[in-house]
Every structure is written in structure tokens, then in C-alpha cells.
């Protein structure tokens, strides 16, 4: 499979602890975003990298969350001293840059439970 | 503000009839549109998009939807459905706002099909 995959695809933990996510994207796609979806929500957009540069980050992205893809290869976002609110499904996806439009492609997701 | 709405959150439709589902799309959100289908804990997959020139965009599996710039809407539509088309179908655009083209998505309408 040649897909963008996620892991864990699921993770329960207790308020306050630190978690972390991970993502390995498409071999070949240059360009990486991280998504997150609430329940009863669209997936809402957190960060994108392009390669290993971190090009822009949403509001959403408090100083809690950080992310990192150290080798422009797979990525990880962590969360800091998780909060309840911080549970929500997050997902990954990837895409190559070609012109003005890039399909992207969309991993399983990483399901958050914050007790 | 940069929107995509879903009219409706959940749409209950008997096997075999038609089913239109309504996305409106926010003037400042690029006329670049998608539509993604969820199924059962499964990530996002791209049912069709529209990018440029003919209006009406279809996909594999009969789905078909209409850009309408004077209404800014890309409603998804099937003229016959499936027990299997059972998922939640996301509208999307992307948003040229940012530097890197991030999807802005509607909050989701489930289709739920019935025998």
C-alpha cells in the first residue's frame, strides 16, 4: 500500500499528558498537511510543510501543538499538557506540487481521547 | 470570511432514489472545488472536483455535481443511489488565502441509505 499512512490510529490519554502523532506521507509528495476534525466537523486545517519547512500554521495551532518534519519525509505533531478539547480525529495528507492546483491525499487519521 | 457550507447534516434516502446534496462556496474561496466521501473509519477519498471549464463533474461511481458561480454552489447529486454510497460526503474548496492552497472544508452531511 502506497498510501499516506498514520499511526496510531487511535490514542486514549489522560488530561495533561503529552502525546505524540505521526505521519508518513506518499514517497514522492513534496508537500505535507495536518488537519484537524471535530466531531460534527469538517476537517480544519493546522499546518502545511513543504519538504522539511514549516510554511504555515492556523490560529488553530496553539504554542501547545508542534510539528516537525525533520527529513522532508514523514512528519509528527505533538501535543503538549493535552486538554479536553484537544480531542478530535487529526489527520494527515500529502501531495506534489504542480502548478497552482496539488490533489491531496488523505491518511486514516489519528483519533484523540483526552479524560 | 472564507466558508463552505453544507446545507444539510444528514440526509436519510430510500435504496435506489435520487439524492442531492447542497455545498455553497463563500465568494473569497477559490473556485477550485472538491468533493471528499468518508466512509465508516475510513480517511478521506476524492469523489470529484472542479477546476476549470465544463461545469458538470463526474465521478466513477455515478456521482455527478454542478458548478454555479451565480448561486456559488457545487451540489453533489446521484440519480439513483446504493445501500453502499452509506458515508458522509464533505464539500471543499480551496482556499487561496493562504500561501499554499490549505482545502476549507464544509462541516460534513451523512447520507444514510435504506433498504
Known amino acids: 500500500d502506497t498510501g499516506v499512512s498514520q499511526d496510531p490510529r487511535h490514542k486514549i490519554t489522560k488530561r495533561g499528558q503529552n502525546v505524540t502523532f505521526r505521519c508518513d506521507p506518499i514517497?514522492?509528495?513534496?508537500?505535507l498537511y495536518w488537519y484537524r476534525q471535530t466531531l460534527g466537523q469538517g476537517p480544519e486545517f493546522l499546518t502545511y510543510?513543504?519538504?522539511?519547512?514549516?510554511?504555515?500554521k492556523s490560529r488553530l495551532l496553539s504554542d501547545r501543538f508542534s510539528a516537525e518534519r525533520p527529513k522532508g519525509s514523514f512528519s509528527t505533531l505533538e501535543i503538549q499538557r493535552t486538554e479536553q478539547g484537544d480531542s478530535a480525529m487529526y489527520l494527515c495528507?500529502?501531495?506534489?506540487?504542480?502548478?497552482?492546483?496539488?490533489?491531496?491525499?488523505f491518511g486514516p487519521g489519528t483519533r484523540l481521547t483526552v479524560l | 470570511a472564507q466558508s463552505v457550507t453544507q446545507l444539510d447534516s444528514q440526509v436519510p434516502v430510500f435504496e435506489e432514489a435520487p439524492v442531492e446534496l447542497r455545498c455553497n462556496y463563500s465568494s473569497s474561496v477559490s473556485v477550485y472545488l472538491f468533493w471528499y466521501v468518508q466512509y465508516p473509519n475510513q480517511g478521506l477519498q476524492l469523489l470529484l472536483k472542479y477546476l476549470s471549464g465544463s461545469t458538470l463533474v463526474e465521478s466513477i461511481n455515478g456521482f455527478e455535481a454542478e458548478f454555479n458561480k451565480s448561486q456559488t454552489s457545487f451540489h453533489l447529486r446521484k440519480p439513483s443511489v446504493h445501500i453502499s454510497d452509506t458515508a458522509e460526503y464533505f464539500c471543499?474548496?480551496?482556499?487561496?488565502?493562504?500561501?499554499?492552497?490549505?482545502?476549507?472544508f464544509g462541516k460534513g452531511t451523512k447520507l444514510s441509505v435504506k433498504p
Open positions: 514517497s514522492e509528495h513534496n508537500r
Open positions: 471543499a474548496g480551496l482556499n487561496y488565502g493562504g500561501s499554499q492552497g490549505n482545502l476549507i
Open positions: 510543510f513543504q519538504n522539511e519547512a514549516q510554511l504555515e
Open positions: 495528507a500529502s501531495s506534489f506540487s504542480s502548478g497552482r492546483y496539488n490533489e491531496q491525499f
